[in-house]
């Protein structure tokens, strides 16, 4: 992918001509033939610099290029990523020997904020020579390294803004009310009858959710479970800590 020098609106992993994005995982794919550790980096007042190591695993030589973005998010909570100055790093191209590892080292030149700062730098695989008379398709993967810059004082906070029931449909409005970025592992959503029995149940898969931003989730709940519900109740589970929210159900939200 070509970043140009404007804002880019990119999903949490995308694929360009087989353009692989690993953010959140805790271990590197093996198909890939090389790797890096760590995939999350916190640099802060004390920790203004760090390390990541690149394995090259293959039996072949591996060039990667790195270049960094501001990470941020929209209205929408979609991901944004520009151009930015805030990080150094170095080297700005790589090789490595098959089987070699080597080091790429990053730091943050901009003083440490209110807010909590993201950025990511993505070590992106360069094509590799093909064989004489070979033909096929390559496969490049592009690591996104997820860069926090924390501010002096932390606060992890988040809660549900709003939840809509219209016609069956529920979306729940999640805001980041803190000043540090926070990565929501599941929703977990449960009707309650006025017996006080389940009558429905899902889990949404979450994403990471910036200081500052929002973000709706939504699900669909069927006319019958719904004109069965008393309430909903929905526990927003992040890595560190979760909230909760809860409102009554009234049947003109069910539909016709």
Request: a neutral charge; one cysteine or more.
């Amino acid at each position: 992918m070509i970043f140009a020098n404007r804002t880019l609106r990119i999903p949490p992993c995308f694929t360009v001509v087989f353009l692989y994005c690993i953010l959140s995982l805790l271990a590197t794919p093996a198909f890939a033939g090389w790797s890096v550790s760590p995939i999350r980096i916190e640099l802060g007042p004390k920790a203004r610099t760090h390390v990541i190591n690149v394995f090259n695993d293959s039996d072949k030589p591996l060039t990667v290029e790195t270049s960094s973005k501001l990470w941020t998010q929209d209205e929408l909570g979609a991901d944004l990523y520009t151009d930015t100055n805030d990080l150094v790093f170095f080297p700005k191209v790589l090789t490595l020997a098959a089987q070699e590892t080597r080091v790429i080292r990053v730091g943050i030149k901009v003083p440490t904020t209110d807010n909590e700062k993201t950025y990511r730098l993505f070590i992106k695989e360069k094509e590799r020579k093909s064989s004489a008379g070979k033909t096929g398709i390559s496969i490049l993967v592009n690591f996104g390294v997820p860069i926090f810059s924390q501010p002096l004082k932390t606060l992890e906070k988040g809660e549900v803004a709003s939840a809509q029931l219209d016609n069956g449909d529920l979306n729940l409005r999640i805001k980041n009310t803190g000043n540090l970025s926070f990565q929501i592992k599941e929703i977990a959503i449960t009707g309650i009858g006025t017996t006080g029995m389940e009558t429905y149940r899902e889990t949404l898969n979450g994403w990471y959710l910036l200081a500052g931003a929002e973000r709706t989730y939504k699900a669909k709940i069927n006319q019958a479970d719904c004109l069965q519900t008393n309430r909903i109740d929905t526990t927003v589970k992040t890595l560190n800590f979760e909230f909760d929210y809860s409102f009554v159900v009234d049947s003109a939200m069910c539909g016709d």
